[in-house]
């Protein structure tokens, strides 16, 4: 804890002295899930990328301390030798618990136990003026609540204590076939009352095929379900595994190792990896996926798209719609999209003030009624006016429809329409109480500024260079291997920092 004191004051000493000379910064996480541009990131930097340590596991309040920087899979890792393990866990192993805090973490707990902010009891955050507060539920709640998706617009997370529960050592896995958008969507809805379920998500293949699926925690063996895994080489990888199982008639149940479960969708980062095989021209088969493994896992494949600039012609969009609307948004995106497969997940609502996509319809006990989160991602128009276009447009059916999107992707909202849809009296204010004006807004971090990125790669051979088929995707692979994003490598990192991390925990 001293280390991380010692960390967290020199840290608040430098905000301070931003904020003494009225100057503005942003901050450098070290990583990111993000698939904004990273082209136009300037200016004063805050670097808080040392903040990765799981500082302490309360077995018996069944809590972990944690720093922001902490990524699911060593948090998972951690949790799991006290026998718990975090309700709501990302599936991409290198999320960070700060990233889950202050983006928008929607899993396929969330039905149960809400986005992931909900399963935190209080986050340690440095304001804009260098001031370090504590936030919870019941101090300062108007920050606690209100930072959790304003993608660090409020202020630096340095802490975060999270809540546990018991981990098994399987989750029973089922697959219900599905023949139609209207039948999945029903059958979410009504899985999503079973309190014996801790798991639900779904898998569209088109409008006609698709497969949802549910979780249940276990240590039960008797059954004789088959053990499944995901996690080596030579496994399947879990969407095609599910489209095998969809085109059966009755559903189908197999037990997947907890961690492993969990992780699922990391190998193939869920099946968008498959785009790498596409662009060069590579036979998708089990023989290349497993040869070439190590690249094809989530964090390798952040890594190489933003190096290779692929989040600029890719769709990668997560949306979600209240429950009466989201068939009529599939349909809209059969037509205008025509990408497969979707993934849909059940989730429960945050609260009305707040950067979580939410709706205002409500149950009759007053409650906010239930979202489902469509996953849009893949290949768009290859010309650029084409693919701005269709995103506007799919942005103006969003509204029209009732629905909102998560703001790590790409956001082509002009200002006036994207405050038509937040509340920015209420951010603005909060702004000001907490002293972040220093901060770039949620606007100025997610908008997607067209004509800029145009201009920098006008002005630099470099970027152009790396908007050229197959030069991009070749400086893409080259940065992975520079990076040391290898499997291999994750995991003698992973060995390392828990030697040294294995005295903090008590």
């Known amino acids: 804890m001293q280390a991380h004191n010692n960390e967290v004051a020199e840290i608040a000493a430098k905000v301070r002295s931003f904020h003494d000379r009225k100057?503005?910064?942003?901050i450098f996480h070290g990583s990111t899930n993000s698939t904004r541009s990273v082209l136009l990131r300037k200016g004063n930097v805050v670097d808080i990328s040392r903040l990765s340590h799981v500082l302490h596991i309360d077995p018996q309040a069944r809590t972990?301390?944690?720093?922001?920087n902490v990524p699911m899979d060593r948090l998972v890792e951690t949790t799991l030798k006290y026998g718990l393990v975090p309700p709501v866990v990302m599936e991409f192993p290198g999320i960070t618990v700060g990233g889950g805090y202050a983006g928008t973490s929607g899993e396929s707990s969330s039905f149960k136990h809400g986005f992931f902010n909900r399963t935190i009891n209080y986050v340690n955050m440095i304001l804009g003026n260098g001031d370090l507060v504590k936030a919870s539920a019941t101090e300062r709640p108007d920050l606690f609540f209100g930072a959790a998706g304003a993608v660090?617009?409020?202020?630096?997370v340095t802490a975060v204590e999270l809540q546990l529960i018991e981990a098994t050592k399987y989750v029973e896995t089922t697959y219900h076939p599905v023949t139609s958008v209207a039948e999945a969507t029903q059958k979410i809805r009504q899985l999503a009352t079973d309190s014996k379920l801790d798991y639900i998500d779904g898998v569209l293949f088109s409008l006609h095929q698709g497969v949802i699926i549910t979780g249940r925690m276990t240590n039960d063996e008797t059954n004789n379900f088959p053990i499944r895994h995901f996690s080596r080489p030579s496994d399947p990888w879990f969407y095609l595994h599910a489209k095998d199982i969809a085109s059966k008639t009755n559903p189908?149940?197999?037990l997947i190792p907890l961690d492993e479960y969990l992780f699922r969708y990391d190998r193939g980062g869920f099946w968008v990896g498959r785009s790498a095989f596409q662009y060069m021209y590579t036979?998708?088969?089990?023989?290349?996926?497993?040869?070439?493994?190590?690249?094809l896992r989530t964090r390798t494949l952040y890594t190489a798209l933003h190096?290779?600039?692929f989040s600029t012609p890719y769709v990668v969009q997560d949306l979600a719609l209240p429950y009466l609307t989201v068939d009529d948004f599939i349909e809209y995106a059969d037509k205008s999209f025509g990408i497969y497969p979707l993934w849909l997940c059940p989730l429960r609502q945050d609260c009305l003030q707040t950067f979580h996509p939410h709706c205002t319809e409500r149950e009759k006990d007053g409650t906010l009624k239930p979202m489902l989160n469509v996953g849009l991602w893949g290949y768009g128009p290859s010309k650029r006016d084409a693919f701005l276009k269709l995103n506007?447009?799919?942005?103006?059916k969003l509204k029209e429809l009732g629905g909102m999107k998560w703001l790590y992707a790409n956001t082509y909202y002009s200002e006036s329409d994207f405050w038509s849809i937040y509340d920015r009296k209420w951010y603005e204010a909060l702004r000001a109480k907490y002293h972040a004006t220093s901060l770039p807004t949620v606007y100025q971090k997610v908008y997607t500024n067209v004509e800029a990125e145009t201009q920098a790669i006008k002005e630099s051979w470099l970027l152009w260079f790396r908007t050229l088929w197959p030069l991009s995707g070749i400086w893409g692979l080259y940065a992975v291997i520079a990076s040391g994003q290898t499997l291999l490598a994750q995991k003698s990192t992973?060995?390392?920092i828990e030697s040294k991390d294995s005295l903090k925990l008590d």
Do not use: Q
């Open 252 to 254: 189908t149940a197999e």
């Open 64 to 68: 972990a301390l944690v720093e922001p």
């Open 392 to 396: 506007h447009d799919l942005e103006a």
């Open 494 to 496: 992973w060995k390392s």
């Open 307 to 309: 190096a290779a600039g």
């Open 283 to 295: 036979p998708f088969n089990w023989l290349t996926r497993w040869w070439l493994d190590d690249f």
């Open 152 to 156: 660090g617009s409020l202020g630096i």
């Open 23 to 26: 100057e503005a910064f942003r």
